[in-house]
């Protein structure tokens, strides 16, 4: 029975110590700016096609603070409407900080969800879109 609680003791205290060593994905400036950061980037280009509905935005901030492996879900086929999203992310690049280990930063993936409705006007060209209907988009410009 000693020889258990030992073992579970001292598996619980090298988690401990672990976790302690370990820091998570940081933003440059705090949380706070990081949301500005990411609602003004974002909201120019949801409103510029008229977006209403949730979609996740899933990368990677690598070793450097880089970021990598962009993935929008749900995916989508307008790839005009893909690439501005991704371009809005670059413009966040040089402000994150990659996640540490041990003393040495490794990768980690963040998913940042993103709800939004527009209020279109019936007299706005462009054609409406959620994303429930993200893959069978026409936008008319």
């Keep these: 029975m000693k020889k258990i609680f030992v073992i579970i003791f001292s598996f619980a205290l090298t988690i401990v110590f672990a976790q302690e060593n370990k820091t998570t994905v940081s933003y440059e400036g705090g949380n706070e700016k990081m949301a500005k950061d990411l609602r003004g980037n ?72 993103l709800n939004y409705n527009v209020d279109v006007r019936p007299t706005d060209e462009r054609t409406r879109f959620s994303s429930d209907n993200l893959n069978n988009r026409a936008l008319s410009r």
């Excluded at 977006?51 to 901030?61: A, H, L």
């Excluded at 995916?75 to 003393?103: C, H, M, P, Q, Y």
């Design 42 to 113: 974002f909201e120019s280009v949801l409103k510029q096609y008229n977006f209403n509905g949730n979609v996740n935005i899933s990368f990677v901030i690598d070793e450097n603070g880089k970021i990598k492996g962009e993935v929008l879900e749900p995916k989508s086929e307008d790839n005009e409407f893909k690439v501005e999203i991704f371009r809005a992310l670059e413009r966040t690049g040089k402000n994150w900080i990659a996640a540490t280990k041990d003393g040495k930063n490794v990768a980690t993936k963040v998913t940042i969800p």
